[in-house]
């Protein structure tokens, strides 16, 4: 791509060539691109100048583009009015060897500001595609007095919690991580890698993460580098809803505890008359409930068995 003489002929820069080989010396924005200065005399400019202020849509968003000695395009990156590298990760293009280059400014006129707003908000406003939802893995029997160590469960320190998961659990951990991020071969049918995880907040962050819910799904968090959002406790099941309707697209995994997984699927748009299972069976961790998104932004129903660990059913809950 030989950009400098398309930039001259749209009246976006000025080139200057050599007289003999027709080379291009140097490359200039047009003055009618840049943005006015006003014009103090050096009498009458103050000692002590103050911050420049610029009006939210005074910035000019561009391209920095480092051209080559043969004025080629090796490579682009963002800049603002003045050429400073407002770089970010989604809008950035590299090739070519920078350190034979020169910037030069060029673009259009907008907000940097305003601009980082739409896209952060087209983002967030936008429904997963795909909510999945599953139970903790396995906990300790409850009410055990008489022999409360031997019905208590482990956190990942090895450490007795009645909180945490069984040594099952903890495999049923490890292997749904392996379900939604295999390391061979494909997803199973009906499945997405999850770009966002959700657990119930128990209020102080240590708690929460020797949590049941939050365990179950820390080896996928390790996995993925994803951190467990746990912003709702149990209970606010509609506002969370709320907020994952908004999290942005891709898909999500709560997972949550099972006496309130229905009022939390009942929470979202579902497809015309869907039926939830009004309850979640007490001996079942082994069922994923998945929310498909349509093209009417509502959710289709279905159920996944994991079929991880011995003993799993096939079935899914009525």
């Known amino acids: 791509m030989y950009l400098p003489p398309l930039l001259e002929e749209l009246g976006l820069a000025e080139l200057t060539h050599d007289a003999h080989s027709n080379q291009i010396l140097s490359i200039r924005e047009q003055d009618c691109w840049k943005r006015p200065r006003r014009q103090v005399s050096r009498s009458t400019r103050p ?73 952060e908000m087209s983002h967030q406003s936008a429904p997963p595609e795909a909510v999945y939802i599953i139970r903790h893995g396995e ?106 309707l908004t999290s942005g697209t891709g898909a999500v995994l709560i997972c949550w505890e099972h006496s309130h997984i229905p009022a939390l699927a009942s929470a979202l748009p579902l497809v015309s008359g869907t039926v939830i299972p009004k309850s979640w069976p007490d001996d079942r961790y082994d069922v994923i409930w998945t929310f498909t998104l349509n093209t009417d932004a509502t959710y289709a129903f279905g159920q996944v068995p994991q079929l991880l660990l011995s003993g799993d059913a096939d079935t899914v809950i009525a």
């Not at 292997?175 to 061979?184: I, N, S």
């Not at 890698?193 to 996928?220: C, E, F, N, W």
């Open 47 to 119: 000692r002590t100048r103050s911050p420049r202020r610029r009006s939210p849509a005074s910035p000019r968003l561009g391209l920095t583009c480092l051209l080559d000695r043969d004025g080629r395009l090796p490579s682009c990156q963002p800049s603002d009015h003045y050429g400073r590298n407002t770089r970010r990760s989604a809008g950035y293009v590299s090739f070519g060897n920078p350190a034979r280059s020169r910037p030069v400014t060029w673009g259009f006129v907008t907000s940097n500001a305003a601009l980082d707003g739409v896209l």
């Open 139 to 244: 906990k300790p029997q409850d009410l055990a007095p008489k022999h409360p160590a031997a019905h208590s469960g482990v956190d990942f320190r090895g450490n007795q919690n009645e909180h945490s998961l069984l040594p099952r659990g903890w495999q049923r951990s490890g292997a749904l991580a392996a379900l939604f991020d295999p390391t061979h071969g494909p997803l199973r049918a009906g499945l997405r890698v999850p770009r966002m995880l959700i657990s119930p907040s128990y209020g102080h962050p240590g708690k929460t993460a020797d949590h049941r819910t939050h365990q179950t799904i820390r080896g996928l968090s390790d996995r993925l580098g994803v951190e467990i959002t746990a912003d709702f406790a149990k209970g606010q099941e509609p506002q969370l809803a709320t907020a994952v």
